[in-house]
């Protein structure tokens, strides 16, 4: 699967069958993560591995968005210490997770809006620390994958031409001619 | 060349070819930040193509990290215009953004640390909207891909289990061993 098929296919899913993720896939998952950039190669980040089901329905109930934490047979959660650039450091991070797992078949979905002393008292970390997220991956349920196309603002409304106003592409025409010029 | 492999193979590039990049490839890393997932899918992104040299140079001297900015062919400006979590949303878009790009050769690095209200000016961007990046695009450099190995913490080191201060790898063996069961 090229890189751009992986990210024109992967979905976010919110509904996992009940097998695990293999160590194998799990470790190319981390690999990812831990091979991103960040600003000037801090690597301020910190990832927990968390499979314990009482532990993920503990998690679920410290945020509002994560209810289909229980239903993942595993999750990854992301915490920062001493970062710079917390959320873009572990966003990058989290994106190639995210998309070496789609790659593996293993969707997910993250997670924010934490409680957030609760849940770093729950996971042990440091006070000074910082939970981005918790990401959930599994195999999606079947049917759940196939799920409805991918809803996105059209190129020609978002990519500008040297400065913000002037569209880059034309309406139509395939969406992708280059207006005026190579 | 599959996700993890380019994950693997990529680096930072600040040195560029004088050749342009194709039409072909700059759409196919404009679609790769289009698909990103975003919060609540608000898609709160704008992309500015920059390729005016004089344009470039004026911009290099708006930050203290982007001298190497005069030396990209084309560079790409993302915007947040009302984002509930602009960092976390743009990071994903960029990330998907440079993983393409490398896909086809074309190398790059985030430069951030703007002086942002003359950044947003030369730009012709709303007041209310944050800059997070200039990315530059380009082939990279004869001799300047075949960069020196990554330097990145260990997976032992930066991965826990369960609970923060629990490594889930053993150091050594073969780094990627899970200590104790499966």
Redesign the interface.
């Given at each position: 699967?090229?890189?751009?098929e992986?990210?024109?296919t992967?979905r976010?899913i919110r509904d996992f069958e009940e097998r695990?993720v293999p160590?194998e896939v799990l470790?190319?998952i981390?690999?990812?993560g831990?091979?991103?950039?960040s600003?000037r190669?801090t690597?301020p980040?910190?990832?927990?591995?968390?499979?314990?089901p009482e532990?993920l329905t503990q998690l679920s109930r410290l945020t509002s968005t994560g209810p289909h934490l229980t239903k993942a047979p595993l999750a990854v959660a992301v915490?920062m210490l001493k970062a710079r650039?917390p959320?873009?450091?572990?966003?990058?991070a989290?994106?190639?997770m995210?998309?070496?797992a789609?790659?593996h078949g293993v969707g997910s979905c993250?997670i924010?809006n934490w409680d957030a002393e609760k849940a770093k008292a729950?996971?042990?970390?440091?006070a000074d620390?910082l939970l981005?997220a918790v990401v959930p991956f599994g195999y999606p349920r079947e049917g759940t994958r196939v799920a409805r196309k991918?809803?996105?603002?059209p190129?020609h409304t978002?990519?500008?031409?040297?400065?913000?106003?002037t569209p880059?592409y034309k309406e139509g025409a395939g969406a992708?001619t280059?207006r005026g010029g190579?």
């Open positions: 699967m090229s890189v751009l992986c990210i024109r992967r976010a695990q160590e470790r190319a981390l690999e990812a831990r091979l991103a950039p600003a190669n690597q980040w910190e990832f927990i591995v968390i499979r314990a532990r915490a650039y959320e873009v450091d572990a966003a990058r989290i994106q190639n995210i998309l070496v789609w790659e993250w924010g729950l996971l042990g970390l440091p620390s981005i991918k809803q996105r603002r190129l978002l990519v500008h031409r040297e400065a913000y106003g880059y992708g280059p190579s």
